[in-house]
T-cell receptor
Framework: LAKTTQPISMDSYEGQEVNITCSHN???????ITWYQQFPSQGPRFIIQ???TKVTNEVASLFIPADRKSSTLSLPRVSLSDTAVYYC?????????????FGTGTRLKVLA | EAQVTQNPRYLITVTGKKLTVTCSQN?????MSWYRQDPGLGLRQIYY???????DKGDVPEGYKVSRKEKRNFPLILESPSPNQTSLYFC?????????????????FGQGTRLTVV
């Protein structure tokens, strides 16, 4: 069963770059890696998605090594408003149908 | 505006009193799902639906029912709620192709329903 492992929490200071790594040893060939952000009492919000190498958008970068067994979400120059829980997802194809599986996420706290 | 709408946002009910939480999406997505979120446990999938009249159990389906009579709606039904179903619930939708969820697409989440069963 596809499963992700992330650090439970991280602290950072404003203006720093934050890297959150996710382990997904059982990722399947067709799976993409997706990261979501969640603020308290709100639904998760899509941040970035990738299949291999590096993907960058206006919010973050996603680094995926060749074996795809892990990925790293990079948030450049974080601000207080980036304090949230970050989830790494891969598709679960073990049952023949895809479904999203969320782990417990990484709680990022940005300090002034 | 593309969105997933859940109602109600907050609900307090008593044990055993049937309730329904509605979910509607305006993006013509085939895939819809329900999650519950509890402290320390993250988001856990309850049920999902790949298309109209096609539903399947997620990781924690006990005590819940769903239906998918129309593409846009995916209500969550608690026939006899119990206190252990007190939680924050989220509905989500996403496109799929040929009945299979495209995991390389974005899922859209509703704003959540905070349910308290006393």
């Amino acid at each position: 069963l596809a499963k992700t492992t992330q650090p439970i929490s991280m602290d950072s200071y404003e203006g720093q770059e934050v890297n959150i790594t996710c382990s997904h040893n059982n990722i399947a060939t067709n799976d993409y890696i997706t990261w979501y952000q969640q603020f308290p009492s709100q639904g998760p919000r899509f941040i970035i998605q990738g299949y291999k190498t590096k993907v960058t958008n206006e919010v973050a970068s996603l680094f995926i090594p060749a074996d795809r067994k892990s990925s790293t979400l990079s948030l450049p120059r974080v601000s207080l408003s980036d304090t949230a829980v970050y989830y790494c997802l891969v598709g679960d194809n073990t049952s023949g149908t895809y479904k999203y599986i969320f782990g417990t996420g990484t709680r990022l706290k940005v300090l002034a | 505006e593309a969105q997933v709408t859940q109602n109600p946002r907050y609900l307090i009910t008593v044990t055993g009193k049937k309730l329904t939480v509605t979910c509607s999406q305006n993006m013509n997505h085939e895939y819809m799902s329900w999650y519950r979120q509890d402290p320390g446990l993250g988001l856990r999938q309850i049920y999902y639906s790949m298309n109209v009249e096609v539903t399947d159990k997620g990781d924690v389906p006990e005590g819940y029912k769903v239906s998918r009579k129309e593409k846009r709606n995916f209500p969550l039904i608690l026939e006899s709620p119990s206190p252990n179903q007190t939680s924050l619930y989220f509905c989500a939708s996403s496109p799929s192709k040929q009945g299979r969820l495209e995991v390389n697409t974005e899922a859209f989440f509703g704003q959540g329903t905070r349910l308290t069963v006393v």
